[in-house]
């Protein structure tokens, strides 16, 4: 399996909040994202738009 690091940043409140959390579910920090990754649509993506896609800004992920 071929994985990829993702970097964002978060006030520390949040990020301790996300800690917590996982512990809270018994999860890593990096199972609850996967999670929440593969709970998205799947929306059809032809392979050449990839390579096209606008940069978006990272976004805060909940609250």
């Known amino acids: ?3 990829k690091d993702l970097h964002i940043r978060m ?3 949040r990020y301790n909040k996300l800690r917590l959390y996982a512990t809270s579910k018994e ?3 990096t199972q609850l994202i996967e999670d929440w990754v ?5 929306p059809e993506i032809d392979d050449s ?5 606008p940069h978006q800004p990272a976004a ?3 609250q």
Request: aromatic share 0%; with cysteine; hydrophobic share 25%.
């Open 1 to 3: 399996m071929n994985t």
């Open 11 to 13: 006030t520390e409140r």
């Open 27 to 29: 999860k890593s920090v």
């Open 38 to 42: 593969d709970r998205l649509p799947c």
């Open 49 to 53: 738009l990839s390579t096209h896609l």
């Open 60 to 62: 805060d992920i909940g």
